[in-house]
Every structure is written in C-alpha cells, then in structure tokens.
C-alpha cells in the first residue's frame, strides 16, 4: 500500500514538473510580473487548446511589498507568454480569455 501512495505521489510531482519545465518561458515572465520573483508559487497548471493553440491556465501567488503573501489569483497565458492576464480588476481582457481558453 505505502508503495502505491509513494508512486502515485511522484506522478503527481513529475506531472507538475513537466508542464513547469515545458512552459518555462511564459512562467518565467510571470514570475517577473510579480513584486518578488523569487517567491513565486505555482498551482493548478494546465494547458489548454483552443483552435489550434496551446494555452496555459493556472494560479499564481508571490509576497507583497510587506513580505506576506497576497493568496493565488488565476492567469492565462499564451504558450510564448507574450500575451499574460491576472484576475485582476485592473485586466479587462482576464475573465473573456479565461473563460474562452481555461473554461469556467
């Protein structure tokens, strides 16, 4: 039993890395989106397609100004990352995008 939950545990942990390391490009320029790169946290990525093109949808957390963290908020990126949206009110283009390519 112990050796089914330690598999399954690092598949888990190799799937996360895998889609880290395939879209290290559009994560890095999120990561330099953010008050502090170096503290970034990453949750629930995935890519999805859409007409012929690969996107990525996940959630993203950093430390502020203050060095707290602010809690995830979701983006969506192109798979270049030339074209990134946080959940944020100030992103009008977020939610239509979100909604198109990550489905909510």
């Known amino acids: 039993m112990k050796r089914i939950v330690a598999a399954a545990l690092a598949v888990l942990i190799l799937a ?3 889609i880290e390391s395939k879209y290290s490009e559009p994560l890095g320029k999120l990561r330099n989106m953010m008050r502090d790169p170096d503290t970034v946290q990453l949750r629930g990525l ?4 859409y007409q012929g093109d690969t996107y ?3 959630e993203v957390n950093a430390k502020n100004a203050y060095g707290a ?3 995830y908020e979701r983006f969506v990126s192109d798979k270049y990352g030339y074209d990134i949206h946080l959940d ?3 992103d009008k283009l977020f939610r239509p995008k979100w909604n198109t390519f990550c489905g909510d």
């Not at 995935?46 to 397609?49: D, F, G």
């Open 46 to 49: 995935r890519e999805s397609v």
């Open 16 to 18: 996360g890395c895998s």
């Open 69 to 71: 963290y602010v809690g």
């Open 88 to 90: 944020r009110p100030d």
């Open 56 to 58: 990525l949808c996940g």
